[in-house]
């Protein structure tokens, strides 16, 4: 019997927490002011790219765009568009590599 891995490399997550400028307590502490609870060890476990359920792969999706949003100044929060989880894990059904973030214009610049 063929031995499937659970483990998935890191993840689209990863990369745009980087690029936001967020950190797993950022996202953990944004999720508590919603209905998603999240805990360290699972954004961990999503960025590194431990295979999760759906239903997790939701919140942290959930969990990131209530951080970016609450980050953004009021003026550009309406232009954002949500992350949807088939954006963040390589793993999801409908993930697209060619995908193309609509919010780069949004994303803070380093000084």
Same mark, same amino acid.
């Not at 031995?3 to 990863?14: A, F, K, M």
């Not at 088939?86 to 949004?106: M, S």
């Given at each position: ?7 998935? #490399?890191?993840?689209?997550? *990863? ?8 950190? %797993? /307590? *950022? ?12 805990? /360290? ?9 431990? $295979? ?5 792969? $939701? ?7 209530? +951080?970016?949003?609450?980050?953004? =100044?009021? *003026?550009?929060?309406? =232009? ?11 793993? +999801?059904? #409908?993930?697209? =590599?060619?995908?193309? *973030?609509? %919010?780069?214009?949004?994303? =803070?610049?380093?000084?």
């Amino acid at each position: 019997m063929e031995e499937i891995s659970r483990d998935h #490399g890191t993840q689209p997550l *990863d990369a745009l927490m980087i690029q936001w400028g967020l950190s %797993n /307590h *950022d996202l953990v502490e944004a999720a508590g002011k919603s209905f998603a609870q999240l805990n /360290h060890k699972q954004v961990q476990k999503g960025r590194k790219g431990r $295979q999760l359920t759906l239903k997790m792969m $939701q919140k942290l999706a959930a969990g990131l765009n209530d +951080a970016i949003f609450l980050s953004l =100044p009021k *003026d550009k929060r309406e =232009p954002f568009e949500p992350y949807m989880h088939r954006h963040l894990f390589n793993y +999801a059904k #409908g993930y697209d =590599p060619e995908w193309q *973030d609509p %919010n780069l214009k949004l994303i =803070p610049k380093e000084s």
